[in-house]
């Protein structure tokens, strides 16, 4: 039997278009505004503000008369948060990534020692990597590293790379600098024949609510396989899963 969608509450559907709309504009904003980014008049849009606002979902400027988030919605974001684990929800989705891609995808986060995979699913095609989950791997050598590298505070990189040099002392170098610039402006990260001759690896951010990042998706194939162009198939998709995490975790676009 096909189970039957559960009935809501209409109004309350109708006056989270306002939340949304919120959400969406970024800012506190004048009441028309709000109505028209929800779809609705500004006579029908007031009464749900002031119910919102005598539960803190909403505040309103007394100065200006804007409407924004109130301290309600800020507690249950930060809640929403701190309750999310981002290793769990991406690693769902690696046997989908894997099998749209066509390759060995995984997780990396940065951990004592600098960029380590913690979940890999391997895809149809096998790839000759030796690689297991807590390998840690090159900041400068890898697709992985030089995401982290990018996005990572400056100190937690250099000692990342001290580390990987067994030196006392680290820099990166003006070419490296330049592509950690074009890095951060695609948010997309590649590189072939890194640590292994003949593979290509490709990778994307995923970043929470506090605009932080926190674990580079990763794909591994054969270079005659794995295109390293963000705008090939396997990139949009990489790049696609990541957007979505990173909206699960609450960043912003």
Same mark, same amino acid.
């Given at each position: 039997?096909?189970?039957?969608? #559960?009935?809501?509450?209409? #109004?309350?559907?109708?006056?989270?278009?306002?939340?949304?709309?919120?959400?969406?504009?970024?800012?506190?904003?004048?009441?028309?505004?709000?109505?028209?980014? *929800? &779809?609705?008049? *500004?006579?029908?849009?007031?009464?749900?503000?002031? $119910?919102?606002?005598? /539960?803190?979902?909403?505040?309103? &400027?007394?100065?200006?008369?804007?409407?924004? @988030?109130?301290? @309600?919605?800020?507690?249950?974001?930060?809640? $929403?948060?701190?309750?999310? &684990?981002?290793?769990?929800?991406?690693?769902?989705? /690696?046997?989908?990534?894997?099998?749209?891609?066509?390759?060995?995808?995984? +997780?990396?986060?940065?951990?004592?020692?600098?960029?380590?995979?913690?979940?890999?699913?391997?895809?149809?095609?096998?790839?000759?990597?030796?690689? =297991?989950?807590?390998?840690?791997?090159?900041?400068?050598?890898?697709? $992985?590293?030089?995401?982290? *590298?990018?996005?990572?505070? =400056?100190?937690?990189?250099?000692?990342?790379?001290?580390?990987?040099?067994?030196?006392?002392?680290?820099?990166?170098?003006?070419?490296?600098?330049?592509?950690?610039?074009?890095? =951060?402006?695609?948010?997309?990260?590649? +590189?072939?024949?890194?640590?292994?001759?003949?593979?290509?690896?490709?990778?994307?951010?995923?970043?929470?609510?506090?605009?932080?990042?926190? @674990?580079?998706?990763?794909?591994?194939?054969?270079?005659?396989?794995?295109?390293? $162009?963000?705008?090939? =198939?396997?990139?949009? !998709?990489?790049?696609?899963?990541?957007?979505? !995490?990173?909206?699960?975790?609450? *960043?912003?676009?």
């Amino acid at each position: 039997m096909e189970e039957k969608e #559960s009935r809501g509450i209409q #109004s309350i559907e109708v006056g989270g278009r306002l939340l949304r709309a919120l959400v969406h504009l970024g800012r506190p904003a004048p009441l028309k505004d709000l109505a028209r980014e *929800a &779809d609705m008049t *500004a006579a029908k849009a007031h009464p749900y503000l002031v $119910s919102f606002g005598k /539960l803190g979902l909403i505040e309103q &400027d007394a100065a200006t008369g804007h409407y924004g @988030l109130g301290s @309600l919605a800020l507690q249950l974001g930060l809640i $929403s948060l701190q309750q999310v &684990d981002p290793i769990r929800l991406a690693s769902a989705e /690696l046997p989908g990534l894997a099998r749209a891609i066509g390759q060995t995808v995984g +997780i990396a986060i940065w951990g004592n020692r600098g960029p380590t995979f913690v979940r890999l699913e391997e895809g149809p095609t096998a790839v000759h990597v030796n690689m =297991r989950h807590g390998t840690v791997v090159s900041v400068q050598g890898t697709a $992985s590293g030089r995401l982290f *590298a990018a996005f990572a505070p =400056r100190e937690q990189v250099l000692e990342a790379l001290r580390l990987e040099a067994g030196r006392k002392t680290a820099k990166l170098d003006a070419t490296l600098e330049s592509e950690l610039g074009s890095i =951060r402006e695609q948010r997309f990260a590649s +590189i072939t024949n890194g640590t292994v001759a003949g593979v290509t690896a490709i990778a994307a951010p995923v970043f929470d609510g506090f605009g932080q990042m926190v @674990l580079a998706l990763t794909a591994i194939g054969p270079t005659a396989m794995l295109d390293e $162009s963000p705008s090939a =198939r396997a990139g949009k !998709l990489l790049i696609g899963c990541a957007q979505s !995490l990173s909206r699960r975790l609450g *960043a912003r676009a």
